[in-house]
């Protein structure tokens, strides 16, 4: 993984048709901590997320709260979308809305450009509807209904019905589209990640496409189609294209040359437009298509996917305000195999928290600080002539921070951490060996304990370096008790070089205070 290079990372835009969830915190904390460690690495790095505020979905939306679509969107930002990010500590770059004018003047450059050079056409299409996918749906995506959508079509992710339409469209040709798509697939096997979001989408296509309805005539709310305003733009022709409207495209050729192409994190279920419409879309319009695609498994709760409906939508504050923001993002960081589905419950995340930050690092930084401070005076001891069991933990040092380094390249979040965190057991494990209690009751033993503290130290900032993405309030505080400088400043890939202050200073409160456990909270 060279450094310096540009490493532009995006989010979905959310839908502004309600409030968010921690399935929506997940993809955010996910995304933030990829764009921490490239910073921390010294690559050149952005991070986007934002608002999908556009849709027949958000006008009926809207309608129903008695308000305007612009109205009702600008309240959702600014009550709960924009205030997510703070609650869980990203760190983007910038936040697009659909209905900021950058983005509107971009959509209309670049449709205006496909109509010219003939990929849109008008025709007739008569087909099943999504309103909560915004998407017209083949029959396969369709299963029959039960309970009140009994003898109905409903569709297979929304579980609601869907609504037979005919409409007299603008069209893009997708069809043309079907052999480059199976050529990228093929040339860059990374473009599409994991595999079995891969194979899914190369075995879509294979089935072959159809053409693209990409305007509505039937609702208002949207951007106009420039050559004919009776047309609104289709949502997910819309929205795809705030990945390069956010940097520039069409306006700032400097920015957008430095910025494209993305890396897109997304939910497995959008993973489809991701990878099919969006490249397509971007090969008619002579632009190089994402780098990658990765469709992240969903949250489960009980079992089954969070849904406001079902009542299994939990928000983040449910849970940062029993554990913290460091804990949370720790905890779906650790626990989820990232690319798969993983299942949430209040049980783990409570006996995680307590065993692995409270006990397991938590409980590690305090005691090697008050042993400094109890034996030295807060001096940093200068380590003598080392042992073996001293260079083991070196070498562990050495030995995580390229391993994190290379798991993080793969997008493995997950195994990122559980290597991170090889080093917190091997530290609590030469402590416990060492027993520097002991070396500290004899005079004679001085130069060891100096050597065994020095040693646990430089481990312990190697640590903090390492997890500074995953949980940056404690890692920040820790770090004002024993580094020098700005952490931010420590190149992540070269974790184990970090500088340590003259003296430590005493952690004001603990890391990772411990806790009741929590009664689970109702949706």
């Avoid at 968010?20 to 010294?42: C, F, K, N, S």
């Avoid at 705030?242 to 306006?251: D, H, I, L």
């Avoid at 949370?328 to 798969?340: L, P, S």
Wanted: charged share 25%.
């Amino acid at each position: 993984m060279p450094v310096g290079d540009s490493f532009y990372i995006t989010t979905p835009i959310f839908y502004v048709n309600d409030v968010p969830h921690i399935g929506h915190a997940y993809t955010e904390v996910a995304a933030d901590v990829l764009a921490r460690w490239h910073r921390q690495r010294g690559d050149d790095t952005w991070l986007l997320t934002g608002t999908d505020e556009h849709g027949q979905k958000i006008q009926r939306t809207a309608v129903s709260h008695d308000v305007t679509p612009k109205a009702w969107a600008d309240k959702l930002v600014e009550e709960a979308w924009k205030p997510l990010l703070e609650a869980i500590d990203i760190t983007n770059d910038d936040f697009i809305r659909t209905t900021d004018e950058r983005h509107e003047r971009g959509v209309q450059l670049f449709l205006q450009k496909l109509y010219d050079d003939g990929f849109i056409y008008q025709g007739e299409f008569e087909g099943y509807y999504c309103v909560g996918c915004e998407e017209y749906k083949q029959q396969s995506d369709l299963v029959e209904g039960t309970g009140p959508y009994e003898g109905e079509l409903v569709c297979a992710i929304h579980s609601k019905p869907v609504e037979l339409l005919k409409e007299s469209n603008y069209f893009f040709r997708m069809s043309d589209f079907e052999k480059p798509l199976l050529d990228l697939y093929e040339s860059q096997a990374s473009f599409i990640q994991p595999e079995s979001v891969r194979n899914e989408i190369v075995s879509f296509v294979k089935q072959g496409l159809r053409d693209l309805s990409i305007s509505r005539a039937s609702f208002d709310w949207g951007i106009k189609v420039p050559w004919d305003d009776s047309h609104v733009v289709y949502v997910w022709f819309d929205a795809l294209l705030n990945y390069v409207t956010a940097v520039g495209y069409g306006v700032d050729d400097e920015e957008f040359g430095r910025r494209w192409p993305a890396m897109h994190l997304v939910g497995k279920d959008i993973a489809r437009f991701h990878a099919v419409i969006w490249p397509a879309m971007l090969m008619a319009a002579g632009l190089p298509v994402p780098k990658n695609v990765f469709g992240h498994g969903w949250l489960l709760v009980g079992g089954e996917k969070m849904s406001k409906s079902k009542l299994t939508g939990i928000a983040p504050q449910q849970i940062t305000d029993t554990f913290g923001v460091d804990a949370f993002r720790y905890y779906f960081m650790r626990a989820i195999t990232f690319g798969q589905d993983g299942n949430f419950s209040w049980e783990d995340i409570s006996a995680r928290y307590q065993a692995e930050l409270a006990n397991g690092f938590g409980n590690l930084a305090s005691r090697i600080i008050a042993m400094i401070t109890r034996y030295f005076d807060g001096t940093v001891p200068v380590a003598g002539d080392l042992t073996e069991q001293d260079l083991v933990i070196r070498q562990t040092e050495l030995r995580v921070t390229e391993g994190a380094d290379e798991a993080i390249g793969r997008y493995a979040i997950n195994e990122a951490v559980s290597t991170i965190w090889e080093l917190v057991d091997a530290l609590n494990g030469y402590i416990t060996e060492q027993e520097p209690w002991k070396l500290a009751k004899d005079e004679a033993s001085r130069e060891r304990l100096g050597t065994v503290l020095a040693t646990a130290l430089r481990g312990l900032g190697t640590l903090t370096v390492l997890l500074s993405p995953f949980i940056p309030g404690a890692a920040h505080r820790l770090w004002e008790s024993i580094g020098q400088g700005e952490l931010t400043s420590q190149n992540i890939d070269h974790a184990a070089e970090w500088s340590s202050a003259p003296s430590v200073k005493p952690l004001e409160s603990t890391l990772f205070p411990r806790i009741e456990q929590p009664e689970p909270a109702t949706a």
